[in-house]
């Protein structure tokens, strides 16, 4: 299990990380909120609106919803300059809420530098995301934004079946007491077994 989430991480980080902004209407829908574009591995299985009956806060909130056998995932997303951002730490941060989402939904933050490639990139498909039906749970991404950084791209992501909604997003500066969530707990603070002494596992 742990392996296969690794594997679809990967292939997820992957494409999200090779995205380039499309024109808005990219997946033949109009109902895009003003300042979005639809994306992903197949956005032309998912449909993305404004919903005035269902939100957290405010009057409305953001939804993308799995058209009949959905493949793959979309997302609704924006990008931006990174000139205010550099040298600052920052949170993207945002409710969300799901019905039926068979496999998981979350959020997703990328910083680009001017020749697209990619600096640093972290989504929520870890103990952060989302799936079956749950009410309105906040979801959190801190990321350095280095120097070198050029372009933001953040989004909503859906992989198959269901639907999620998106309210009361943010994305402000932290301080450096606010880790980051870009799997450095994972990463260790020297090589270990290179003498490879230490049996397996």
Same mark, same amino acid.
């Given at each position: 299990?742990?392996?296969?989430?690794?594997?679809?991480?990967?292939?997820?980080?992957?494409?999200?990380?090779?995205?380039?902004?499309?024109?808005?209407?990219?997946?033949?829908?109009?109902?895009?909120?003003?300042?979005?574009?639809?994306?992903? +591995? =197949? &956005?032309?299985?998912? $449909? !993305?609106?404004?919903?005035? *009956?269902? @939100?957290?806060?405010?009057?409305?909130?953001?939804?993308?919803? +799995? =058209? &009949?056998?959905?493949? $793959? !995932?979309?997302?609704?997303? *924006?990008? @931006?300059?990174?000139?205010?951002?550099?040298?600052?730490?920052?949170?993207?941060?945002?409710?969300?809420?799901?019905?039926?989402?068979?496999?998981?939904?979350?959020?997703?933050?990328?910083?680009?530098?001017?020749?697209?490639?990619?600096?640093?990139?972290?989504?929520?498909?870890?103990?952060?995301?989302?799936?079956?039906?749950?009410?309105?749970?906040?979801?959190?991404?801190?990321?350095?934004?280095?120097?070198?950084?050029?372009?933001?791209?953040?989004?909503?992501?859906?992989?198959?079946?269901?639907?999620?909604?998106?309210?009361?997003?943010?994305?402000?500066?932290?301080?450096?007491?606010?880790?980051?969530?870009?799997?450095?707990?994972?990463?260790?603070?020297?090589?270990?077994?290179?003498?490879?002494?230490?049996?397996?596992?």
């Amino acid at each position: 299990m742990e392996a296969e989430w690794e594997r679809t991480r990967a292939e997820t980080t992957k494409i999200l990380s090779e995205l380039q902004a499309p024109l808005p209407d990219a997946a033949g829908n109009n109902a895009l909120p003003k300042g979005w574009y639809a994306t992903g +591995a =197949r &956005p032309e299985d998912y $449909e !993305f609106g404004i919903d005035t *009956q269902v @939100f957290h806060s405010g009057q409305a909130s953001a939804f993308i919803q +799995a =058209r &009949p056998a959905a493949r $793959e !995932f979309a997302s609704l997303a *924006q990008w @931006f300059k990174a000139d205010a951002y550099r040298g600052k730490r920052m949170r993207l941060s945002a409710m969300l809420k799901t019905t039926d989402v068979a496999n998981w939904a979350g959020l997703w933050l990328r910083v680009d530098d001017a020749l697209h490639n990619v600096l640093e990139f972290d989504n929520t498909m870890d103990s952060r995301s989302l799936s079956g039906t749950q009410s309105w749970s906040r979801r959190d991404i801190v990321l350095d934004v280095p120097a070198e950084g050029a372009t933001i791209y953040l989004g909503l992501i859906l992989t198959g079946e269901g639907r999620v909604w998106c309210d009361g997003m943010i994305f402000e500066e932290v301080g450096l007491d606010t880790p980051v969530t870009r799997n450095v707990g994972k990463l260790l603070d020297h090589p270990e077994n290179l003498d490879f002494g230490s049996g397996t596992g």
